[in-house]
């Protein structure tokens, strides 16, 4: 039975096809990438960068010699001229007396507005759950805070608020939000 030989015979040339196949593959997908490069481009180069012309050759220039460097020749010009031009640094202009401005009647005092309106999307004791928290309010696009309490019997608490809001529409609208995103929020005041 002289057939064991032969399945042997194959096993290797299997393995030495499959090793030029893997080359000839590599080889293809090369080329083919570069053709499609190229006539996208549409230059004859596939990696050319194209729109910028090179700059021209200058000849090397000496450096600028920086401030406070020893052998500078003369001081540098300061950078800010605002301090000549400052009140009692020079004389003032002569001009024209100045018009006192008309009184402005007072006006009465603004109603004061309302406290402000505060979210509370959840009170954790521990730390990394309000930032997970935190983090998903994030996502939906909402911006908030944690702050941290201490509440007698319970220890210490971290909230996750949002807000302040201007006035109740704007804390109702983020609060429909956070409803529709599954997150139970309370008005605090």
């Known amino acids: 039975m002289v057939k064991a030989p032969a399945k042997k015979l194959s096993a290797r040339k299997s393995r030495g096809g ?10 293809l997908g090369v080329v ?8 996208i481009n549409g230059s004859s180069l596939p990696l050319q960068v194209r729109g910028s012309a090179p ?7 000496e450096p600028a ?5 020893p ?3 003369a001081p540098a010009k300061p950078r800010f001229d605002f301090y000549e031009t400052l009140p009692g640094n020079t004389p003032a202009p002569a001009t024209a007396p100045e018009a006192k401005p008309a009184p402005v009647a007072e006006q009465p005092a603004a109603a004061q507005p309302p406290a402000s309106l505060l979210l509370q999307a959840g009170a954790f004791s521990s730390e990394e759950e309000a930032d997970n928290l ?3 309010l994030a996502l939906i696009g909402l ?6 309490g201490t509440v007698p019997g319970k220890g210490t608490l971290y909230r996750v608020r949002l807000g302040p809001f201007a006035n109740a529409e704007d804390m109702q ?5 956070l409803a529709q995103n599954g997150i139970d929020a309370s008005i605090v005041r």
């Open 65 to 69: 010699a920086l401030p406070g460097k």
């Open 55 to 61: 700059p021209p050759a200058q000849p090397p220039t």
């Open 134 to 136: 935190r983090a998903r």
């Open 71 to 73: 052998g500078d020749k």
């Open 18 to 27: 499959t090793v030029v196949g893997i080359f000839i593959g590599l080889v």
């Open 32 to 39: 083919l990438s570069a053709g499609v490069m190229w006539y």
């Open 173 to 177: 609208r983020v609060r429909a939000d």
């Open 143 to 148: 911006e908030s805070s944690v702050q941290k």
